[in-house]
């Protein structure tokens, strides 16, 4: 199942999509009023709107609407850094592989729908990509056993985690700043449920590409800390709910890292695609004066 959010008509509705458009699973079950609504409900939510998906016909073409990302509001986005063990390298510092994972937090409103247009602020121009895998929480908990992490996803999305280069290093030990501007990221198009992926959720493929060119490209294979870990270190500080969102790290092959740098221009098109979910795209814009 491909949940989705989006505003149709001036109101805001969710649902399924399948092959010829949306099915507003909002007015097929009314007692849920979004995607973290349903979630919240467990595992008997998600059958239900399995159920009601049976025999549907799409109702609202996707070129119709208006994308959000799948969850509109999480109650909280986690982001990982250097995650994939290229990367690290890419750094060229001799550094060991870390022991424990870099996390940073992004808001809900630094990210714009699948067909919405990523910004590119009045105050920089190195808007930069970074396609990645996010993990979206389906089942609550606290201090999560690595061996049951897994149960915990509802499901998974493209993200692509934009980055204000020049703004992650106004500062000496953070890089909140640079990951905050207002829709400089991407989430969607959809949340696939994780009964899709019957065989687990790797080895899974994430590729960027900007203006039909490929930039990044890489496997889970690579991560230096797998979904279940992640998992099971974030909920050992804090308690994940349904809703929230893991970004799983990005590959090598960001525009920081060409000589020049290559930053994202009003104009360009990009595309991050992951394997079983399918492809996230947005245009850049520069923000009106």
Request: aromatic share 8%; net charge negative; charged share 20%.
């Amino acid at each position: 199942m491909k949940l989705v959010s989006y505003r149709h008509e001036g109101r805001a509705c969710w649902g399924a999509a399948i092959e010829d458009g949306i099915v507003d699973l909002g007015r097929r079950l009314p007692v849920f009023d979004s995607v973290m609504s349903l979630l919240e409900g467990g595992a008997a939510a998600l059958a239900n709107a399995q159920a009601a998906l049976k025999g549907a016909k799409a109702e609202v073409a996707l070129a119709d609407v208006q994308m959000q990302p799948p969850v509109p509001a999480p109650r909280k986005i986690f982001c990982i850094g250097v995650n994939y063990a290229h990367r690290n390298a890419e750094y060229k510092d001799g550094s060991d592989l870390p022991k424990y994972p870099s996390v940073f937090m992004r808001v809900p409103d630094s990210f714009a729908g699948h067909g919405q247009p990523l910004i590119q602020p009045i105050e920089s121009q190195q808007l930069d990509y970074e396609g990645e895998i996010a993990l979206v929480i389906g089942q609550r908990g606290r201090r999560i056993a690595r061996d049951k992490a897994l149960s915990h996803i509802a499901g998974i999305t493209c993200m692509n985690e934009g980055t204000i280069r020049d703004w992650v290093h106004h500062a000496k030990f953070n890089v909140t700043q640079g990951k905050n501007f207002h829709a400089s990221g991407a989430l969607g198009p959809w949340i696939v449920t994780a009964d899709e992926y019957p065989e687990g959720f790797g080895p899974l493929r994430v590729r960027t590409r900007v203006n039909g060119e490929t930039r990044q490209d890489d496997t889970t294979d690579h991560l230096m800390f797998d979904f279940a870990y992640l998992i099971s270190y974030l909920s050992t500080f804090t308690t994940l709910e349904p809703g929230d969102v893991i970004a799983t790290g990005t590959p090598t092959g960001a525009g920081i890292r060409f000589d020049p740098p290559r930053f994202l221009q009003p104009g360009d098109v990009v595309e991050v695609e992951v394997s079983g979910v399918g492809t996230l795209r947005n245009v850049v814009e520069a923000e009106a004066r």
